[in-house]
């Protein structure tokens, strides 16, 4: 136990829980007001109901003992035995590295919202939260960080580019898939209504996201510290070049485009944070600004409606970060070697885990999303939609008198 | 009594308030509006989609005034909110029958 580390992923655990609300304004800004309440609502409310799935359940199946490289047990279950003495981590202990887990297991459904914001029924998003929680996040929290079998192989993941981003983006398109357009799509202007709040929720998130990175180290060490500082680098780098390119693709430099290019740097980096050096770090942010300004006119090629660019940020964000950890990861800094520092096999192991990730995802995510259609229904109604999801399924108006 | 509906940009209303004022007409009622004419609308770019926005904001004033001194608002309203651009706007001059005030009861131009 380190008194020093404890303390740094306590302060870490309360930095990535303000991001979920983080999002909430992120998104909430992206949206038509008549659906601002709905949306924010999509990220808050999981701060209650994916922490009680997670207390509940979804930390053991994610970090209790290894069944076969694919789940957990059921011993964690209800948190039976997750005390102060040290757990996972060695030197912190079990509750607080359950919590701070905790905290990510939050975000990462809320993330998925992006996608069938302005549509989907409130009872559906929330049984499917629960759902996705224990038979998607949790298996692939396992393979990855509780001993699974992309850990057995070697698969590099700092702080969540499959376990949350790709996971999540995954999710969003099985959820664009299966609950088809908005009414009016192509037709109408679907307009952000606020986007000072867009820009104060990618503040936000940028801020929470050093708890994130930094506090996957799970020590107050060299690991956290250089984490940190390759996240900043990457975001402000992405956000440079998501500016840049919209400047010469689109006109103008928008501040819409300088918080996207932000989070998709922040995307990028997290596979890679505790891996690679501070420039490789800047190459990798620089990058990814451009890939994922790519990524969100891809869905204007293939016509489907991921309402607020999960798909385009999280998912493009997040694989080019998994990549790109193994191209530059070097030994110095997380203990392997990359593509450029001689070991290309590891960029192999790489691939197949964004490979494997997208598929596994995707698959249980459309398999539930078609399941609850099928037995409550996901999508609101014609009169509902065109109200607006804030008095339709909230009784309640953001902006009045 | 003639009714006067007019529509300027939104920054314009200051000065013509003050030129409306300054000719001694003592109430007005604004509106924020939207719409489009000569001017149309123009693009906005989100994440890389294009949208046409037809109607832009503008603000309506609304003053009741007497037939005599129509062409002294219209001529003020003018030197405070021309630009010479297209879209400054339009002032529609309706027929008024009657003015009431509700405290006193009086009517007619001396209830205005």
Redesign the interface.
Known sequence: MNAADTAFILVCAALVMFMTPGLALFYGGLVRSKNVLSTIMHSFMLLGVATLVWVFAGYSLSFGTDHGGLIGGLDYLFLNGVGVEPGPAATIPHALFMIFQCMFAVITPALISGAFAERIKFSAMAVFSVLWVLVVYAPMCHWVWGGGWMAQMGALDFAGGAVVHMSSAAAALAAATVLGRRRGYGKMAFVPHNLPMTVLGAGILWFGWFGFNAGSALAANGSAVMAFVTTHIAAASAAVSWVVVEWFHSGKPTTLGAASGAVAGLVAITPAAGFVSPMAACVIGLIGGIVCFGGILLKNVFKYDDALDVVGIHGIGGSWGALATGIWASEQYGGVNGLLHGAPGQLWIQFLSVAATWLFCYLVSLFLFKAIDLVMGLRVDADAEQAGLDVSEHNETAYTG | MKKLEIIIRPFKLDEVKMALTDLDIKGMTVTEVKGFGRQRGHK??????????DFMPKVKIEVVVDDALVKQVLDAVTKAARTGKVGDGKVFILPVEDVYRIRTGEMGPDAI
Request: net charge negative.
């Open positions: 906005e770019v989100y994440r890389g989609a294009e949208y046409q926005v």
